[in-house]
């Protein structure tokens, strides 16, 4: 919890602000959080990291949260395209390792990605502290950074992702 509550710190994923101030901005207390703990590793050699998550759950007359991380389908459904022989695109993958025109796939596994997104000043998220922050009495945290649990986590973390992308249509050579 430490190392999570470092990593925090490090990240400036928050700023410490008086509850009435939440109240007041948002017209609602602020969102709990817990610690979740799971079990990387198996019996012999535990490896439990921690994660503070906030609990902003779904309101009656809300819409439900969706999080854009493609499932395990997507994946596979990638490798066997880029494995497969197209014959109606004319399309053969190239296996040869020196070939500048080779089949490749890039996966990227971004740690912890929705911390790496920042939050708006126009829409607030505040979140209560835990224990382990020693906080003052009164006090919880206004999100600078989005926090796993929020419902704006997802659409944060897409605005970040799209300010570095940028599409490029493919050139014959790429299809």
Known sequence: RATELDYFKEKEVWAIRQVSEALRRTGKPPITVRWVETNKGDDDKPNIPSRLVAREITAPGE??????????????MIVSMASTTLIAQKWTPNWDPKSEDRTQILMVDIS??????????????????PAEAEAPEGTCALLRRHMYGTRRAADGWQDECSTCLIYTSPTPRDV
């Open 63 to 76: 819409d439900a949260i969706f999080a854009p991380t493609p499932p395990l389908e997507s994946l596979r």
């Open 112 to 129: 912890r990605a929705y911390i790496n997104a920042k939050t708006s000043d126009d829409d607030p998220i505040y979140v209560e502290l």
